[in-house]
T-cell receptor, first 117, second 111 residues
């Protein structure tokens, strides 16, 4: 079975601090995709990144960076120099392609990040 | 950019009413999905569809049905609304293997 676990329910930091959101996934398939989404107070889920299982290269996009490690089944997300506008709920998600899968996106429980001024 | 439009942002319905939540996407995606989001439970898949007139149950289909008569439109139906169906409902569309694009959500309150 596929599963995504975000152990951190809520995180609170002060502006300009760095913060890492953890994501651990489970799948028996060799081909899969991992995602991060941001959900600001407005409610819409905003796509941040997609990573396939064959590409373990870490990625940086401005203040955002992602660390994908297959050895520990983790796909962690770091925000450097956090800002108040980063306050949101962040979801990690998995699409796993195998004989038992139909391409469904499986979400973690979400981590609520609060950045205080 | 793909756009997914949900017809209502906020909806209040009475217990026992039949409720329709509409979702339209404009990028010719094959796949469409309905999730509900509840605090502490994350997003849970209700139903999905890979083609017109095709539907499959997700993880929590009880009390819901869906309709996909046209490729761009995927409707979620609450046959007889109950208070435990008060939730945020999110529609999404995608191509296989790619990230989903979500609508803005419908916050449904059943009183």
């Amino acid at each position: 079975a596929q599963k995504v676990t975000q152990a951190q329910t809520e995180i609170s930091v002060v502006e300009k601090e760095d913060v890492t959101l953890d994501c651990v996934y489970e799948t028996r398939d060799t081909t899969y995709y991992l995602f991060w989404y941001k959900q600001p107070p407005s409610g819409e889920l905003v796509f941040l990144i997609r990573r396939n299982s064959f590409d373990e290269q870490n990625e940086i996009s401005g203040r955002y960076s992602w660390n994908f490690q297959k050895s520990t089944s983790s796909f962690n997300f770091t925000i450097t120099a956090s800002q108040v506008v980063d306050s949101a709920v962040y979801f990690c998600a998995l699409i796993s392609h195998g004989s038992s899968n139909t391409g469904k996106l499986i979400f973690g429980q979400g981590t609520t990040l609060q950045v205080k001024p | 950019d793909v756009k997914v439009t949900q017809s209502s942002r906020y909806l209040v319905k009475r217990t026992g009413e039949k409720v329709f939540l509409e979702c339209v996407q404009d990028m010719d995606h094959e796949n469409m999905f309905w999730y509900r989001q509840d605090p502490g439970l994350g997003l849970r898949l209700i139903y999905f569809s890979y083609d017109v007139k095709m539907k499959e149950k997700g993880d929590i289909p009880e009390g819901y049905s869906v309709s996909r008569e046209k490729k761009e439109r995927f409707s979620l139906i609450l046959e007889s609304a109950s208070t435990n169906q008060t939730s945020m409902y999110l529609c999404a569309s995608s191509e296989v293997g790619y990230g989903y694009t979500f609508g803005s959500g419908t916050r449904l309150t059943v009183v």
